[in-house]
């Protein structure tokens, strides 16, 4: 049973997440099409960078997937606040793809092999000139694990829509804080 944590406006485009059980978060978006153009911002390391992480990602189940996050080049030429300065390098997140059907799903695990290891699918599905993508992370056992999660992947999804748009770049560690504030007070403790 979803149990949602705010209703989101008609487009999704800032609607916060929903959580479908305590250990799962899923964000919606409606965004720019075509489908084609979105798939290749997921999965595209270099249109991929402008919103989340660089690096490889065989697109076949099994493949493996090394993010590459730049977290400091996705401020907007601002510098990072000192509370952010230990995520504001290079970090490598691996994972392996579970499912992959081109233009459709994506779905591989995060931090593969740690303790905090979780899945992540994306899902598309065309609406007319615009795509609606479902973004749903799973496995995320600890409260203060959710909450970064929930602001990382909210402030994350922003600037895909700004890349989309062709908007103007919002600085990350702002966004990233006012989400991650939000969510403190709308995820169950």
Known sequence: MTAPIETAPAEFDLGYATQDAIDTLRFERLLPGPVERVWAYLTEP????????????ELTAGGKVDLVF????????????????????????????????????????????TPTESEVTFELAPRGAKVYLTVTHRRLVARGTRLSVAGGWHAHLTLLAEALEGRERSALWPLFAHYREAYEARLPE
């Open 46 to 57: 270099d249109k991929r960078r402008l919103w989340l992480a660089a690096g490889p990602m």
């Open 70 to 113: 730049r977290n400091g080049e996705l401020n907007a030429g601002q510098p990072t606040p000192e509370r952010f300065t230990k995520f504001a390098g290079e970090i490598h997140n691996e994972g392996v793809v579970l499912a992959c059907e081109p233009n459709r799903l994506l779905r591989f695990t995060w931090e593969a092999g």
